[in-house]
């Protein structure tokens, strides 16, 4: 089956520690996005990758860092520099389309707990 | 920029009840729009979307019509099930923003039996 995976689900770091999410597709999209979601939140886009070896800041970019080496892999890292870090994360893809019709697939998500 | 508004929740209704949740959208191009659904502990899927004015998108027994005089995409299901409690986000996406989509804060509807 294809679909996006994420790994782990719940993840637990002690403050100061970088740590990093894993998220892989087998749908061969070639656009990939991280999200952060805080209780009774929205998404906000963190960064976004629309090819391989090129990706963007999205509006909450400061503290993070991405790598897309490969078009299946989109691993987020969070750094001790991101001064909040516990929050859900989520991952998805989607082929751009080119007419803005561009459904977006989602993982199933990691809850980063920061202790 | 584009944004998309949601009525604020969280809603609760009794089972068999009518659901409206309302969205409406600000757009600089010509945006598709989508609804999706969060269940508890899971990430987001997509529910139903349009893609020009006037379309109805549609899906187990939930629909939303693309009002573009009205900027509008409103949720509506006739009959809802405890098995619909959940977080919808309305989203749009348009071809003036690298296929980035945005999204709604979400409502979160708790049906009761």
């Known amino acids: 089956d294809g679909g996006i995976t994420q790994s782990p689900k719940y993840l637990f770091r002690k403050e100061g520690q970088n740590v990093t999410l894993s998220c892989e597709q087998n749908l061969n999209h070639d656009a990939m996005y991280w999200y952060r979601q805080d209780p009774g939140q929205g998404l906000r886009l963190i960064y976004y990758?629309?090819?391989?070896?090129?990706?963007q800041k999205g509006d909450i970019a400061e503290g993070y860092s991405v790598s897309r080496e490969k078009k299946e892999s989109f691993p987020l890292t969070v750094t001790s520099a991101q001064k909040n870090p516990t929050a859900f994360y989520l991952c998805?893809?989607?082929?751009?389309?080119?007419?803005?019709?561009?459904?977006?697939?989602f993982g199933p998500g990691t809850r980063l707990t920061v202790l | 920029g584009n944004s998309v508004t949601q009525m604020e929740g969280p809603v609760t209704l009794s089972e068999e009840a009518f659901l409206t949740i309302n969205c409406t959208y600000t757009a600089t191009g010509y945006p598709s729009l989508f609804w999706y659904v969060q269940y508890p502990g899971e990430g987001l899927q997509l529910l139903l979307k349009?893609?020009?004015?006037?379309d109805k998108g549609s899906n187990k027994g939930f629909e939303a019509t693309y009002r573009k005089e009205t900027t509008s995409f409103h949720l509506e299901k006739g009959s809802v099930q405890v098995s619909d409690s959940a977080v919808y986000f309305c989203a749009l996406s348009d071809n003036t923003n690298a296929g980035k989509s945005t999204f709604g804060d979400g409502t979160t509807l708790t049906v009761k039996p």
């Open positions: 990758s629309q090819i391989v070896n090129d990706f």
């Open positions: 349009a893609t020009k004015a006037d």
């Open positions: 998805a893809s989607s082929i751009p389309t080119g007419t803005g019709a561009d459904e977006q697939f």
